[in-house]
């Protein structure tokens, strides 16, 4: 099973600054198969990114997605305030388990 | 648009049975892979499995945590997914989200969510 590591575990930042978290696996990634998703409390998850870079429709393009093999990055280029959310890396590269990350929060200061 | 509506979580004891469903609009539904994920309160995210469309056979898979006690099966007359989860635990107190899926077989990010129903196991 890969185990993917997210970090921080929490990220205070203010509006206009920009958000790097990291999603690092236990072994590389097949084909770079890495998602991200934003979960804003009391709500379901939203995918964000697909195939470690692909944004998903409707998804705004200050988020943006990157890295390769095992070490991948999620970057929101400027915070505004409903960025506040917790932020999940999954792996779908690896079968036969999909696995995620155990979550970034980030909280708008 | 793609609509996901999953219904009949709730509260049951350790050791017994309940069904969840899925109820999907927006999609083809025979041909498309239905996933199921779960979070217990204040955790992450865990997937608990899926059931490919027709083309696949309908076949499913399932997490180790799961396997032999969950069941994920379909009606395409009636665009409903179902988990059927027996021998319950404690552990399996979540909300249970319903998704759909991209990429391919086996290879499957979660594409649209439902909003979740919580099953909570207690006695």
């Known amino acids: 099973e890969t185990v993917l590591t997210q970090s921080p575990g929490t990220l205070s930042l203010s509006p206009g600054e920009r958000a790097s978290l990291s999603c690092r696996a236990s072994q590389n990634v097949g084909n770079n198969y890495l998602a991200w998703y934003q979960q804003i409390p009391g709500q379901a998850p939203r995918l964000l990114i697909y195939a470690a870079s692909n944004r998903a429709t409707g998804v705004a393009d200050r988020f943006s997605g990157s890295g390769s093999g095992a070490d991948f990055t999620l970057t929101i280029s400027r915070l505004e305030p409903e960025d506040s959310a917790v932020y999940y890396c999954q792996q779908y590269g690896n079968t036969p388990t999909l696995t995620f990350g155990g979550g970034t929060k980030v909280q708008i200061k | 648009e793609v609509q996901l509506v999953e219904s009949g979580g709730g509260l049951v004891q350790p050791g017994r049975s309940l069904r969840v469903s899925c109820t999907a609009s927006?999609?083809?539904?025979?041909?498309?892979?239905m996933n199921w994920v779960r979070q217990a309160p204040g955790k992450g995210l865990e997937w608990v499995g899926f059931?490919?469309?027709?083309?696949?056979?309908?076949?499913?898979e399932y997490a180790a945590s799961v396997e032999g006690r969950f069941t994920i099966s379909k009606d395409d007359s009636k665009t409903i997914a179902y988990l059927q989860m027996n021998s319950l635990k404690i552990e399996d107190t979540a909300i249970y989200y319903c998704t759909t899926v991209g990429g391919h077989n086996w290879h499957y990010y979660f594409d649209s969510w439902g909003q979740g129903t919580l099953v909570t196991v207690s006695s």
């Open positions: 927006g999609i083809t539904f025979r041909y498309n892979t």
């Open positions: 059931i490919r469309g027709e083309a696949y056979g309908d076949t499913s």
